[in-house]
């Protein structure tokens, strides 16, 4: 019987950790992170913004509403977004276009060129900088703009300050060589930009990675216990569970 109890309590144990191992824990030169992946062909990953009543979801709890019987795996809030929650730049949702590429430089994070494109294609993951992605469009089932980008070809941003005192909370995308991983992070306490690149270039190892927000960062992650207060927010990135 003692046997038995603890093989059982092992397979509870192994169970928790398969359904968990979406989203971890990562030091990087003494900054902590949240990384929670999706991998290509394994993982339902979304954009979403409006709910079927034509309002911004706002919040993970109205998605999974839209969801159900379906959950969210993981989400987390993807790009910047104008007071009503629209995206500042283009969103593509399921196909469908919801807001225009912004090419030109500006103010704030999102016109610190070059800023770029998160795209959801059926053939892999990808950021891309905006300007390139304006010549040669991929084939996004789904993209949210933001800005600026953090990695680009395995290089920091040019504009970065390893001294800056500019510290938020911050999170992001970075995806792999091959495109078939994308990594979504979000830093644990408050960082500047350098700090939060080379997290992504030098412990994820990936070679371009876009930025999303910074103070109004959040993630929901319920298998770690995650489910981070806020305000509300405009694009949303997640995986789908189906129902179980």
Do not use: W
């Amino acid at each position: 019987m003692r046997k038995n109890s603890a093989v059982g309590a092992l397979l509870v144990l192994m169970s928790a950790g398969v359904a968990a191992a979406d989203c971890r824990s990562l030091d990087h030169d003494g900054r902590g992170f949240t990384v929670c992946t999706a991998v290509l062909g394994q993982d339902d990953l979304r954009l979403f913004l409006s709910a079927p009543d034509g309002r911004p979801f706002a919040s993970f709890e109205r998605v999974n509403t839209a969801l159900a019987p379906a959950k969210l795996g993981f989400a987390m809030n993807a790009g910047m977004y104008h007071p009503d929650r629209s995206p500042v730049g283009l969103y593509l949702e399921n196909g469908v276009q919801a807001g225009k590429l912004v090419t030109s430089d500006g103010p704030g994070n999102f016109g610190l060129l070059p800023n770029g494109v998160f795209c959801i294609a059926p053939d892999g993951f990808r950021v891309i900088e905006t300007r390139a992605y304006a010549k040669n469009p991929p084939d996004c089932s789904y993209a949210s703009q933001s800005g600026p980008l953090l990695v680009i070809g395995g290089n920091l941003h040019p504009r970065f300050l390893p001294t800056s005192d500019s510290r938020y909370v911050r999170n992001g995308v970075g995806v792999s060589t091959d495109g078939q991983t994308a990594y979504f992070a979000i830093s644990d306490d408050r960082v500047n930009f350098t700090e939060f690149a080379r997290m992504f270039r030098d412990a994820l190892k990936v070679p371009d990675a876009l930025y999303f927000d910074g103070s109004i960062s959040r993630l929901y992650a319920p298998e770690i216990g995650r489910n981070d207060p806020g305000f509300a927010f405009g694009p949303v990135v997640g995986t789908v569970l189906p129902q179980r």
